[in-house]
Nanobody, 115 residues
């Protein structure tokens, strides 16, 4: 059974930092493209960042130079380091894994940026 379990969300002030983690089980982690998506109230889910098996990364323009995605294949875990957080970063953040036709989601973790 595939599981993606996110952690690290919470309430943070503008300008603060958080690190999200996503622990995967039931997949050959190193072979999967891993990503973070987010969904704010009333908005569509959007891609935040993605990391390939090669280690290459892509980012949404809105988070470039503020967020960093990384992976530890030995721990089957993907991370999202979020710095200089803004109120508009408030959303539920979801971990995602993909390989060919196999596609899995985590349950999400809430990130709230507010003073």
């Amino acid at each position: 059974q595939v599981q993606l379990v996110e952690s690290g969300g919470g309430l943070v002030q503008p300008g603060g930092s958080l690190r999200l983690s996503c622990a995967a089980s039931g997949i050959t982690f190193s072979m999967y493209v891993m990503g973070w998506y987010r969904q704010a109230p009333g908005k569509q889910r959007e891609l935040v960042a993605r990391i390939f098996s090669s280690g290459n990364t892509i980012y949404a323009d809105s988070v470039k130079d503020r967020f960093t995605i990384s992976r530890d294949n030995a721990k089957n875990t993907v991370y999202l380091q979020m710095n200089s957080l803004k109120p508009e970063d408030t959303a539920v953040y979801y971990c995602h894994s993909r390989r060919a036709t196999f596609d899995y989601w985590g349950q999400g973790t809430q990130v709230t940026v507010s003073s």
